[in-house]
């Protein structure tokens, strides 16, 4: 139902989109021959079935270039690199040995030169799943308490979490770059349009009927990127994240060990040189998570992350 809403809410923008410009062109004569102030809806419906075809080709091919090019995307946006078997075979065994006991392939593993404490899992299919590990992980986790934190990457992969991010993050960056796109018209309408003197003032309200539109799509755009951020948080929702906490922990054998990683990356989470939200999404722990004060309030309640302190305590009971 998320991968549909995605699609749909592109398409009800535009209709909007064209149901504002008919809207605002003055009316319509109806069956009687009056004019009638209104959105005439079979013109709408016909422009929108015109332009339906350059709308889903478009988007099909930019979510078609973003969908297969998400490793290289959160590979230049981390700095990973594969981990060869030789540098250090510690990960390989804990990886190897977690993937034998859920008979599961086993997934690519990068490493990123980075003091901070992370761990995420990505990828969309069995050629691209990758667990990414941090230098500053692999040297303040024990071996117990590394293969609960890889035990909880894999766990995404084999909920398919990893690959229902990746296509919301995809229509996120859709929506969001069509949305600058239209403010950087807006704010270009205002500063260089009108024409001169003359034409200016003939066409003042054509252009101030223009600008109208452009505002009140740049507000449309706005609210539908809003909506897209609130379903990227909840695609994968909290409980998956208590799922993958659970699956972590049934594969490593030993809760209190994940307690222990997770407490511990509490302590200093994230990526030095990641500023994108949408990769930030995928971490073990998300750094907003963790504020305090009114803005850590409102953090947790859009967060795809519970609160790390509930995740360790319901470790802990068992």
């Known amino acids: 139902m998320l991968l549909i809403s995605f699609p749909c809410i592109i398409l009800g923008t535009v209709w909007v989109f064209l149901a504002i410009v008919n809207y605002l062109n003055g009316g319509y004569y109806n069956q009687y021959g009056e004019l009638t102030q209104g959105v ?54 804990i990886v190897e040995n977690l993937c034998m006991t859920c008979g599961m392939d086993m997934p690519q593993i990068n490493i990123v030169d980075d003091p901070q404490l992370n761990a995420f899992a990505s990828g969309i299919d069995k050629k691209s799943y990758t667990v990414t590990v941090t230098t500053g992980l692999l040297s303040l986790l024990n071996d117990e308490e590394l293969a609960g934190v890889i035990g909880h990457e894999l766990t995404h992969i084999r909920n398919h979490d990893t690959r229902l991010l990746i296509t919301s993050i995809v229509f996120v960056g859709i929506v969001s770059t069509i949305m600058s796109i239209v403010i950087r018209m807006l704010i270009n309408t205002m500063i260089y349009g009108g024409g001169h003197n003359s034409r200016r003032d003939s066409k003042e309200g054509g252009n101030g009927g223009g600008m109208i539109i452009v505002m009140l799509v740049g507000a449309v755009c706005c609210a539908i990127a809003y909506i897209f951020t609130l379903l990227t948080r909840f695609a994968i929702s909290r409980k998956r994240e208590y799922m993958a906490d659970a699956g972590g922990a049934e594969l490593c054998g030993n809760p209190l060990a994940l307690a222990s990683a997770l407490r511990k990356i509490s302590g200093d989470p994230g990526l030095q040189n990641v500023e994108r939200e949408d990769v930030a999404q995928l971490f073990i722990i998300h750094p907003q998570s963790l504020a305090g004060g009114v803005m850590g309030f409102f953090n947790n309640m859009f967060s795809t992350h519970p609160d790390t302190r509930k995740r360790i305590a319901i470790l802990e009971q068992f």
């Open 40 to 93: 005439d809806t079979e013109i709408v419906n016909y422009y929108f079935l015109q332009s339906l075809p350059w709308v889903v080709g478009g988007v099909g091919i930019w979510f078609a270039i973003a969908y297969f090019a998400n490793t290289a995307m959160v590979r230049a946006a981390t700095g990973a690199r594969p981990l060869q078997r030789k540098e250090n075979p510690r990960v390989y065994n």
